[in-house]
T-cell receptor, first 110, second 113 residues
Framework: RKEVEQDPGPFNVPEGATVAFNCTYS??????FFWYRQDCRKEPKLLMS???SGNEDGRFTAQLNRASQYISLLIRDSKLSDSATYLC???????????FGPGTRLSVLP | ETGVTQSPTHLIKTRGQQVTLRCSSQ?????VSWYQQALGQGPQFIFQ???????GRGNFPPRFSGLQFPNYSSELNVNALELDDSALYLC????????????FGSGTQLSVL
């Protein structure tokens, strides 16, 4: 089983749609959780950290369920500029060892 | 811009050769991590350097080695290149705390022929 797994994608949605990405991780000792965004042929950039209580940043909402080892990202009112690959990232204990999921590609269509 | 710079941006090598990739970390950051990203996959952790010492390593063979210098810049060296080493190599700098975000450079695209 892979350490971090994500929806395989790609997701093709119309502008204005709501889309949800799912991620599961295998190491229950994981400490920190993040969503990164990566545009084609560019470096990953932090979208948001994920906290146990859930957190929201504008149109983006992240949720963490430690018991189920599950992380989610919800994007409301999708924009064309949201088209990218979304990477689920988990930080393992004993150092800053970030493990990236394979990513889920999103295409928002006009 | 993240302030993390990598060089070169693109590189073409042949099988068996050796390559050195370079990374300058963001000012004030003492930790540098290297990742390999093959096409269509997420970045894979190679290793991390903290204050000039290796501070964690992923599942990569010993022919992948690195250095960190007193100014916290870093090098990734790969010996005996193989075709499967073709990938985007990403450097990320940070302050080294578990919940700190990573600041990535724009990467070096390595092609091994």
């Amino acid at each position: 089983r892979k350490e971090v797994e994500q929806d395989p994608g790609p997701f093709n949605v119309p502008e204005g749609a709501t889309v949800a990405f799912n991620c599961t991780y295998s190491n229950s000792a994981s400490q920190s959780f993040f969503w990164y965004r990566q545009d084609c042929r560019k470096e990953p950039k932090l979208l948001m950290s994920v906290y146990s209580s859930g957190n929201e940043d504008g149109r983006f909402t992240a949720q963490l369920n430690r018991a189920s080892q599950y992380i989610s990202l919800l994007i409301r009112d999708s924009k064309l500029s949201d088209s990218a690959t979304y990477l689920c990232v988990v930080n393992y204990p004993y150092g800053q060892n970030f493990v990236f999921g394979p990513g889920t590609r999103l295409s928002v269509l006009p | 811009e993240t302030g993390v710079t990598q060089s070169p941006t693109h590189l073409i090598k042949t099988r068996g050769q050796q390559v050195t990739l370079r990374c300058s970390s963001q000012s004030g950051h003492n930790t540098v991590s290297w990742y390999q990203q093959a096409l269509g996959q997420g970045p894979q952790f190679i290793f991390q350097y903290y204050r000039e010492e290796e501070n964690g390593r992923g599942n990569f063979p010993p022919r992948f080695s690195g250095l960190q210098f007193p100014n916290y810049s870093s090098e990734l060296n790969v010996n005996a290149l193989e075709l499967d080493d073709s990938a985007l190599y990403l450097c990320a700098s940070s302050l080294g705390q578990p919940d700190e975000k990573l600041f990535f450079g724009s990467g070096t695209q390595l092609s091994v022929l």
